[in-house]
């Protein structure tokens, strides 16, 4: 009987938490936020990526070259421009429905990994 105390007791306190944490949570969107992740395009830690090499037909040179299309570097983002690319969908760049704490997690995952800031162009 102690045991079966104790066990309850410390699964209690246990799960008690939240389930996942907001770094978790945070991943987790990044990885697969409704549909597609954002690490598809922009890698893993937000540092752009290759998404497609391509060959397109130069009505100049009459020739056929190759392209690439590639996904911007977005770990160095400050928030207002994270969260516009985020919710307002333009080129490529599907929009998602998340909610401001989850966009604001995300953002706070992703610009981890950039320590120092500065925006590359």
Do not use: W
């Not at 421009?81 to 919710?87: E, G, I, W």
């Not at 429905?97 to 604001?104: R, W, Y």
Request: net charge positive; with cysteine.
């Amino acid at each position: 009987m102690k045991f079966i105390t104790f066990f309850l007791i410390f699964t209690t306190f246990a799960f008690s938490s939240e389930f996942i944490t907001k770094n978790e949570y945070a991943k987790m969107l990044y990885k697969n936020p409704r549909g597609i992740g954002c690490n598809k395009c922009h890698g893993d830690k937000g540092g752009g990526a290759l998404i497609v090499k391509y060959k397109a037909f130069n009505k100049k040179s009459n020739k056929y070259e190759e392209r690439s299309l590639k996904a911007p570097r977005i770990n160095n983002l400050d928030f207002d421009r994270f969260k516009s690319a985020v919710t307002d969908s333009k080129g490529i760049m599907p929009s998602y429905f998340l909610t401001q704490n989850e966009i604001l997690n995300l953002f706070e995952y992703i610009t981890s990994f950039n320590k120092d800031k500065k925006d590359e162009k």
